[in-house]
């Protein structure tokens, strides 16, 4: 009789193992499916993730959701300090005028709405890279076929400095538009960098 409740109680200490194990695993392999994800830099449209819309602030991985456009080459770099720039660079002659076709930031739906129909002011914290650095930083706030703010042209200094301009906005139209903002060194010659710390939009009263 004992050696039969002995074989009965086996069922249930391995019930006890399993689900527990079983748990562990499933926990483990949904770890795993979004580690690739963790360590992911943020990519895609500018957003104000219905926040605060009056400062969208554009700096550390953020900077990454730069697009390149045309022929430049944009790089996230580290800082000594653990924060992030963005690396900006062209040749002369390689960029199309037209913003969206080089290194620009594309603004969400939700941003363009905020936007629309209201003064905004620009400001761009930027520096020349060490080598081959620009002189001068150029900058556009673009909404699409509405009309644009025009290339905004600042000499750089050697370190970072904030320039700031400030645009009326259009009003959106029956078609939803799209708004960019465009930053690139002035490139008289062969090639030429800016260093990009921050982007901060800000909506005006």
Partial sequence: MASRAVSEDLPDM???LF???????AIMMVFLALQPGINRLPSGAVAGDGLNYDRIVIDGRYLNKMIAGGEARTKLLRTPEDGYMLQVEADADALDDAPELGPHFRLAPDLEVQFSGRK???TIRVRPTGDQGAMEVKANYSAGRA?????????????????????????MGAEPGVDYFAIRPVVPEKRRGILVERVTLERLP
């Fill in 19 to 25: 689900f527990p194990l079983a748990g562990l695993l």
């Fill in 147 to 171: 009309g644009e703010s025009g290339w905004k042209i600042f000499a750089l200094q050697p370190g970072f400095t904030d320039f700031s301009f400030e645009y009326d906005v259009p009003v």
């Fill in 120 to 122: 905004i002011r620009a």
């Fill in 14 to 16: 391995r019930d006890r």
